[in-house]
Structure formats: C-alpha cells, structure tokens
C-alpha cells in the first residue's frame, strides 16, 4: 500500500483516523501499532514477522544495555544489538549482491556458482533498521531511556506514516510524544495541509516527468539533447518524489498529533555540496554524522583522517541507499566533493550564488545520473550522451516517445523547484509582519494568506485526486532503499 493510492487514501487512512481518534488517549498506541502492521502487511505478510522480531531484539537489548550501561557488560550488549541489527540488513539488503560480485571475480553470474535463488528485499528494512540501531546506540550513550512501554516501542519502530521511505526516527526524538502529545483541530488541519502538498508533489510532478526520465535511461547511447533532459527530469522526480513522501510522512504524523523534524529543505538552492547534505535527506544525513561520522573521529584527528572520515561514511550511505556498485560510486562522488570542499575551505567560504549554485546542481545532477543508473555502463552511456559523443540528437525515432505533457511538466517542476522557498516564505507569511513558523512545524499566516492558501490546497487536492484517478499504479523510488 502507497499514499498515493486509492486504497489508502479512501479506505485505509480514514478507516485508521476513526478507530484512532475514538481510543482513549492513553491507549492510542495500539491503533498505531495494529494500523502500522496491516499497513505493512499489505505489501507482504511474512516479511511482518521480520519487523516483529527486530523490533523484539532490539527492545531486549536495549533493556539489557540500559541496566549495565558504563560497564564492560552494557558494551557487550551494545555490540550484540548492532552486530545483530547490520546481520539482519546485510543478509537481506547485501546477500545478493556479495554472491554476484564474488561471481564476477570468476567471470561467471551467482547461477554459474551453484546460487538458484534470489533472497527479497523487505520494504523499508534500511529504515527501520537504522531506527533500532540509533535507540541502541542512543541507550548506550545516556541520551534515551529504556524504561518505555514495549506497546509504545513497537509503534515507534512500525509507524505508518514513515515506516516505508523515512524519516528516519530517532526514538529519544519522540519518546516523550509518546507520553504525551497534543491533539487538536488547527494541528490536523495543519498536518492534511501538509499532506496533500506532498500528495501533489508525487502524482502530479514526480509522476509526470518520470516517463522523459525512463526513457532516456531506456535508450542505447542517447543523444545530447534526450540526455539532459533525462537527467534534468530525473533529478526533479526523485526530488518531488521524496520530499513529496516526507512531506506527506510529516502531514499525517500531525494528523496523529506527532511532530516528525524536517527532511528536506530546499536542497537545490544550496551553494555547495556541503550545504546540499544539510538540507537533503536531512534525517539520514544527521543519523550518518552523529553515529558513524563522529564515532569514527569526525575531524578531531587530523584533516587526513578528516577526509578518510568522510569518504568512509559517503560510500557507506551510498550501500545504504542499494546493494549495486553504481550507489558506492555515487558515494565515492559525494564524498570526494565533501572533502575536496573541505580541502579547499569552500565549506566555509561565503561563494557567488551566481557561481556556486550552478556548479553544485550539475555536481548534483552528475552524481544522480549514476544514482538512477541500473548498472555502471548505462550511466557512462547517458554521460557519453551529456558531452556530445553521440550528436545532438541521436536516434531521432526516439524522439517519438517523448510527449509534450513530459516536457511541459518538466519545465513545471524546475519553476516549482526554483520557487517553492519563495513560495513558502509568502505563504508562511516569512516576508511579512505577524507571519511565522512555530517550532513545531505549525504554519501561522496571515488571515488573508491563510484564506489564499487554503483555497489553493483544496484546489491541488482535488486536481491530484482526478490526476490520481486516471493513472496507473506508481510506488514511490525510495521504496527500493
């Protein structure tokens, strides 16, 4: 089951809100949890007991490293539950692929080697993984209590609205939330506001310029017209994509009275890759600072190991996203730009937006062409493509598949993109006096704005609804991670 999908949107989710809001508060959690469960099973049921029993471990153990913690027994322990959670990730995520690249080594595939099956990989594992691992390691360091209730614990772990695709949750975040959290009216409205925008983002721009996307990465050496452009489309739908699923991940954690902290915040304006890994996937960019970066010795000890450091952790959030070599490549990327910024100060330096913000965003978008890519050598044939080496145009049979709708939607999505932080400063009332962002989240507008941008949401909303109607069924790109 998907957001963007009738079942949830017109069974699911309003089925979920009534048995939710018609529980005693003090109870709410198992609505959250029982609701999160038929969510998941929806994709599958047996991969439900996989969640059940991460989520059993790493309750036990926390409980274990809470009681010893300081001592060489609460370290054990803390071991047990990391080596236990990455055993549980990397058989089901990495399996495969360690037998194919071992199979390679031999110039023979993972048949060639006696291998005749194929291990799934369980939806949302990464994430789910990754928010067992923080609480273990948060239990460890002081900064959570083990003391909840095992009831809270699992809906923590299995919350629907960022079960799938993030954020990625820390539980000292929302321990207290589960205690005790606010439920009213202007927070829910507030949160469907929220949630509709992110629906609109994915059905209708993340959705439509999707086609120009897989045709270009479709195509046999493209031309350098059909390869920009699917680059540029792609680079726009994985955004709206994604922001479009946090924003919806955010919109119904209000709906249930949680306030989920920001993933992204307009990361195609940054100057500079070290400020484009501020703003984008912020929950995963945080969780790989504050648990692998740090613990590795961050930049403390030298601005060699500095630079190791920040390799070390890029390539290991390029495995995190897939199992494939074109992800570690794409974090070899990430984290050569890092530290060649970090080299030269451009980290700290104040750069010429009319400079800095076009460098980064084809940095960017170089980086995403391997991201996308199935393989290595489709990437390196859409960058064959991007510098000429196939003509202009390239097969112009092609060019018959590319629709106008494609195209226009594209050019929809930049001027969505390039506006969208100008568009929320007006909407948040962020230029005028009286208007503001309360710290949870919540917007506060004024009247007249606030009129403005209700009408336009329920405008979105049902436009996204008939758009929705008409297409096929599109699962969201993170889901793969």
């Not at 199979?103 to 594992?125: E, N, Y």
Request: aromatic share 18%; charged share 15%; proline share 3%.
């Amino acid at each position: 089951m998907v957001f963007s999908s009738e079942s949830f949107l017109f069974l699911f989710l309003p089925l979920f809100l009534a048995v939710y809001y018609l529980t005693p508060v003090r109870f709410r959690s198992y609505p959250i949890l029982a609701g999160s469960y038929v969510f998941y099973a929806w994709w599958r049921v047996d991969f439900l007991g996989l969640l059940f029993l991460t989520t059993v471990f790493a309750y036990l153990v926390g409980q274990k490293i809470s009681l010893h913690r300081g001592t060489q027994r609460g370290r054990v322990y803390l071991a047990i539950g990391v080596i236990g959670c990455l055993g549980v990730l990397g058989v089901f995520k990495y399996l495969n692929f360690f037998i194919d690249s071992f199979a390679m080594l031999f110039g023979t595939d993972a048949a060639g080697l006696g291998v005749h099956w194929r291990l799934i990989l369980p939806i949302g594992i990464s994430f789910y993984i990754f928010q067992a691992l923080s609480y273990l390691i948060d239990v460890h360091r002081g900064d959570a209590r083990a003391d909840a209730k095992f009831i809270d614990f699992a809906a923590f772990i299995a919350l629907f609205p960022q079960l799938i695709a993030g954020p990625i949750l820390r539980y000292k975040d929302l321990e207290d939330q589960f205690r005790q959290r606010e439920h009213s009216v202007e927070l829910f409205c507030d949160g469907l506001t929220r949630f509709l925008i992110g629906l609109a983002k994915k059905v209708i721009l993340a959705d439509a310029v999707a086609p120009l996307a897989d045709l270009a990465f479709a195509t046999e050496n493209p031309g350098m017209a059909l390869a920009w452009a699917g680059a540029i489309a792609y680079m726009l739908q994985l955004y709206f994509d994604f922001s479009g699923y946090s924003d919806m991940a955010i919109g119904l954690g209000k709906m249930m009275g949680f306030n989920f902290l920001e993933n992204f915040r307009f990361p195609y304006i940054s100057k500079s890759i070290t400020e484009f890994w501020r703003r984008w996937h912020i929950s995963l960019s945080n969780w790989l600072r504050d648990y692998l970066y740090i613990s590795l010795g961050g930049n403390r000890k030298g601005p060699t190991r500095t630079y190791v450091n920040l390799m070390t952790v890029m390539v290991l959030g390029g495995l995190w996203h897939g199992a494939n070599w074109t992800f570690v490549l794409w974090g070899f990327w990430h984290g050569g730009l890092l530290a060649s910024e970090r080299y030269l100060g451009w980290d700290r330096k104040a750069a010429s937006r009319w400079f800095a913000l076009p460098l980064t965003l084809l940095f960017v978008l170089i980086g995403w062409v391997m991201f996308r890519a199935t393989h290595v050598g489709e990437a390196f044939e859409i960058y064959a493509g991007m510098i000429g080496m196939n003509g202009l145009i390239g097969d112009q049979s092609v060019w018959f598949d590319v629709t106008r709708e494609s195209l226009m939607f594209t050019l929809l999505a930049a001027c969505v993109a390039c506006a969208e932080p100008h568009l929320h400063a007006a909407f948040t009332g962020q230029n005028k006096a009286g208007g503001s962002i309360r710290a949870d989240g919540t917007i506060t507008a004024l009247p007249g704005m606030q009129i403005a941008l209700t009408f336009m949401v329920l405008s979105i909303g049902a436009l996204t609804v008939l758009k929705l109607a008409e297409q096929s069924f599109s699962p969201f790109l993170y889901f793969q991670f």
